[in-house]
């Protein structure tokens, strides 16, 4: 059975990407239909997209869009996360994370309008991150994200 979900995050502003070894959750990553959940992040993110842009980001991006399909398997309910996340400026940085990024195991966590966190909770060695840049009469990209899980997006009610 595949089930799939795509959600319009259109509250995010803001998406940041940890290597996962710089987040300590207070779920493990095997626990199934996780909702919410305490985090400890240590470190600052490799990279950080904002709608608004500012000294504390990295790039800008439009609206993104997260697709969740579920597929039943003998451990259980299996996500895939798809993120896609298009961007309107700082395209070096966001190419510059996709070497710092690559082949590590990632976190990603979202911030919505009113403050809110949520982390994909990623099984280990599922993340992939990956841009694709394209140039012409404009100049184009798109960051994406793909993660197994166990959860759907689960909020941080903590984070330290």
Known sequence: MNDCKEILLEDIVEVSFYLASNVNCSVPFGVPGV?????????DPVLTISVTGGDDV?????TPSLKVSEKREAAGLLRSHD????????FDAVKQAADGLSGADIAAVLKD??????II??????SIYSYED????????KVKFTAQSLSHLVKLTATA
């Open 35 to 43: 909702n919410e959940m305490t985090a400890t992040i240590s470190g």
């Open 58 to 62: 990295d790039a800008v991006m439009e």
């Open 83 to 90: 993120l896609q996340i298009n961007v309107e400026q700082g």
């Open 113 to 118: 309008y009113d403050g809110n966190r949520y």
């Open 121 to 126: 909770h990623a099984l280990p060695n599922s």
């Open 134 to 141: 394209g140039r012409g009469s404009s100049h184009t990209g």
